[in-house]
């Protein structure tokens, strides 16, 4: 009995150190992901769903491992309980963690029939953490935006039971990304004490902060805007989502701290998350089923 209580509890330990390496993307990524995973995959098996989401989850925990490994002194400032830093797990261990979460990745890709995503993934991720191109401002989005346009590929379609994506999902995935490469400096805001310290050039410290939260706003409008023109969402939803973005907006141009800007930035990601279920209405459009509110 002893010996089946350590085996169990080593596996919950385990979980759990897996857990705090991706606890901080549970809105910020995986909330996004999945919201246009099943806004343009539509009602999945719960296999597949299972299926979908680890593949997502290996690619992201695979990301923050090595993230988190090469970015010490940033967490030791902002994020002291990720697992590293907190002494939970060592830098040897976490070296072999990432090899095998990563080749269990790949190899899940194989299965999958995703490999160019995971070969498109492992570069991007190589190029923001080891090269170390994170640091410059322009990359460290567009790298963040492969991330994204990654996730939200193969959780799509596996959730579609590994269909190819279609048009609309290609470029729902697609905007995914320049959402992010245009707006994703959000982040950096809360985190501006942490990338001074490790010499990371943000917009956020570069630019004075009433231009870079301000542009920040304009940017997010015009996505707002651009987004309800072309998904067509019903009056109600259209609303909302732009109430949505007024709300984090006005809140970082309110208050310039970076507790603030932690709590703007959440309501920036349900913004985001929002924006990924818009392709929804589109989907429902082509086929042919009716939505009341339509514009």
Known sequence: MKSLHDALSAVVGKTYTAFLFSQYDI?????????????????????????????????????????????????????????????RISLNDAQTLYQVVFALSFLYSVYHGLVACSVLYLVAIVTHNEVGLSRNWFLKSFLGSIGYVCYCW??????????????????????????????????????????????????????????????????????????????????PVSVGFAALGVNAM?????????????????WYNIWLITAHILPVFKRLADAGIKIPFSM
């Open 154 to 235: 193969g959780t799509t379609v596996i959730f579609d039971h590994n269909k190819p994506l279609s048009q609309t999902s290609a470029i729902a995935v697609i905007l995914s990304g320049v959402i992010h490469t245009t707006t994703g400096h959000a982040q950096d805001f809360r985190d501006r004490s942490g990338d001074a310290a490790i010499g990371r050039k943000t917009l956020a410290i570069m630019l004075p902060q009433w231009l870079g939260r301000w542009s920040l706003m304009a940017l997010v409008y015009s996505w707002t805007g651009g987004l309800v023109y072309y998904w067509q969402p019903p009056i």
């Open 250 to 266: 006005v809140q970082y141009c309110l208050d310039y701290s970076e507790e603030a800007d932690r709590k703007s930035y959440w």
């Open 27 to 87: 809105v910020t990524a995986i909330g996004p992901t999945l919201a246009v995973a099943m806004a343009l995959a539509g009602p999945t098996d719960i296999w597949s769903f299972i299926q979908g989401f680890v593949w997502m989850e290996l690619h992201l925990i695979s990301f923050e491992i090595k993230n988190q490994m090469v970015g010490l002194e940033e967490d030791r400032l902002t994020k002291p309980n990720r697992p590293i830093v907190s002494g």
